[in-house]
C-alpha cells in the first residue's frame, strides 16, 4: 500500500518510479539534462467538450497531421462522440486555465483480437508547440501500456509528420515508410513493480496539479466578482456625492 511519504515524493518528483518511463534503444548522456516533469492527466467521458475544442482548434493542417486526413468538423465531432473510455486511455495537459492544449490516445486492441497491442495519436495545440509535450504524452502512454500487458506499441503517421517520427525512433522505435505513410512499432518489456508504481505516481502528481489550478481559477474569478462589486460600489458613492 501506498503511505502519504510516498505519494508526496511522487509528488515532488523524488524516487526512482519518477525517473524519465521512455524506453530507449541507447543509454541517456550523462550530460544529457532530464526531462522536466509535466503533470499528464488522465481523461474521462466528461472531459469530451474539451477534447472537442482542443480537436476542433487544430488548424486544418495539423488535422491532417493529426488523422491522416483533413478532418472537417463532423468527422472531429463522431470521432469525439465514439471514444471508448471503457477500453482505451486518454490523457491530457492543461495549462492554468484548465484549457486541454495536449492530449494523447492511447488505443487498445478488442478483446478478441490482438490483445497485446495498442496504438498510440497525439495532439498538441500550436501555441503549446517546442514544450516537449508529445513526448511526454509518449512516455506516459508506454508506462500504462506496459501495466496492461502491452508488447506492441504501434503509431501511424504521415512520412510528413517528422515530430512524431522523431519520438517514436528516440524511444527505439522501427519506422517503416511506405509512400506518403509511415508505420513505427515499439517493442515493450513486461510490466515491472517499477513501471506500475511509476503510473499511480504520475496520476496523483497530475491529480494534484489539477485540483491546485481548479482552486486557483476559481479564486481568480472571486476577486474579479469582488472586484466588480467594489467597482460598482465606488460608483455608487460618486453618483450620491453629486
Known amino acids: 500500500m501506498l503511505t502519504a511519504k510516498t505519494l508526496l515524493k511522487a509528488s515532488l518528483g523524488i524516487g526512482s518510479f519518477l525517473k524519465a518511463p521512455m524506453v530507449e534503444a541507447q543509454p541517456r548522456a550523462v550530460s544529457a539534462p532530464q526531462p522536466v516533469m509535466v503533470p499528464i492527466r488522465s481523461i474521462g467521458p466528461r472531459e469530451r467538450e474539451r477534447i ?35 477500453r482505451d486511455e486518454l490523457f491530457g495537459i492543461y495549462n492554468r486555465r484548465l484549457d486541454l492544449i495536449a492530449m494523447a490516445h492511447l488505443a487498445f486492441a478488442p478483446g478478441d483480437q490482438h490483445s497485446d497491442c495498442a496504438e498510440f495519436g497525439v495532439s498538441v495545440s ?29 503509431i501511424h503517421a504521415l512520412s510528413e509528420n517528422a515530430a512524431m517520427l522523431k519520438i517514436a525512433r528516440n524511444a527505439g522505435a522501427t519506422v517503416v515508410r511506405s509512400g506518403a505513410e509511415a508505420e513505427a512499432h515499439l517493442e515493450l518489456p513486461s510490466a515491472t513493480f517499477d513501471s506500475r508504481m511509476s503510473e499511480i505516481a504520475l496520476e496523483h502528481y497530475a491529480a494534484v496539479d489539477y485540483a491546485l489550478k481548479t482552486r486557483a481559477k476559481q479564486f481568480w474569478a472571486f476577486l474579479a466578482s469582488l472586484q466588480e462589486v467594489r467597482s460598482g460600489m465606488r460608483d455608487a458613492r460618486k453618483k450620491s456625492a453629486q
Open 52 to 86: 472537442a475544442r482542443h480537436l476542433l482548434d487544430l488548424t486544418p493542417h495539423d488535422r491532417y497531421l493529426r488523422f491522416g486526413y483533413a478532418a472537417a468538423d463532423e468527422q472531429i465531432q463522431r470521432y469525439v462522440d465514439s471514444l471508448d473510455f471503457e
Open 126 to 154: 500550436a501555441h503549446a508547440r517546442g514544450r516537449g509535450y508529445g513526448a511526454r504524452l509518449f512516455e506516459r502512454a508506454v508506462v500504462v501500456a506496459r501495466n496492461e500487458g502491452v508488447g506492441m506499441l504501434f
